[in-house]
């Protein structure tokens, strides 16, 4: 486990922590605490832009966890009702403290973000990359329930994974 508290684009602080509790290959935390961050420092929350507020999210803490294709079915079970892995959940916090903000947690499973990325042919750190940010997002609010939501969801994502040279997750998709 680890904690960084970095201090992000135009010094917004933001916590995260990191957990490995699995044994599959987990990108480095440094990278993982970018994505988070880059997020925070850019994407307003769903509840701002609903108050026509488009102001990053800014201060926040988050924690990452990387689990094991079991703990990630576990939690599906339990939360989602849903039977085997999923590549991640997010569990919005929502707590307001002093200076801090807490969005919430990221449960990602490693070892099926790795078998996605194969059998998608992208490289590991670049499928988990998205997969941080999209987590993000949900933790800000955002959703991709309908069209609208989703053209919006998929654009803060692309932005935010181009500043980091991720090709557009969703490129193959649109191109058909």
């Given at each position: 486990m680890s904690l960084d508290a970095s201090v992000i684009d135009e010094g917004v602080r933001a916590d995260i922590e990191i957990q490995h509790a699995t044994g599959a290959a987990t990108p480095p935390d440094d990278e993982v605490t970018a994505w988070v961050a880059a997020v925070l420092a850019?994407?307003?929350?769903?509840?701002a832009v609903a108050r026509s507020n488009a102001e990053p999210a800014g201060p926040g803490a988050v924690c990452v966890r990387f689990v094991d294709d079991e703990e990630s079915a576990a939690l599906n079970a339990a939360y989602r009702g849903k039977e085997g892995p999923t590549n991640v959940l997010s569990f919005p916090a929502e707590i307001d403290l002093p200076e801090l903000r807490v969005w919430g947690d990221l449960v990602?499973?490693?070892p099926l973000v790795a078998r996605e990325a194969r059998d998608q042919g992208k490289a590991v750190a670049d499928h988990c990359a998205h997969l941080v940010v999209h987590?993000?997002?949900?933790?800000?609010g955002y959703d991709h329930q309908d069209a609208a939501e989703a053209d919006q969801f998929e654009h803060l994502e692309r932005g935010v994974l181009a500043r980091f040279g991720v090709a557009d997750p969703y490129a193959a998709e649109n191109a058909t």
């Open positions: 850019t994407a307003p929350s769903a509840e990602i499973a490693a987590g993000v997002l949900h933790l800000l």
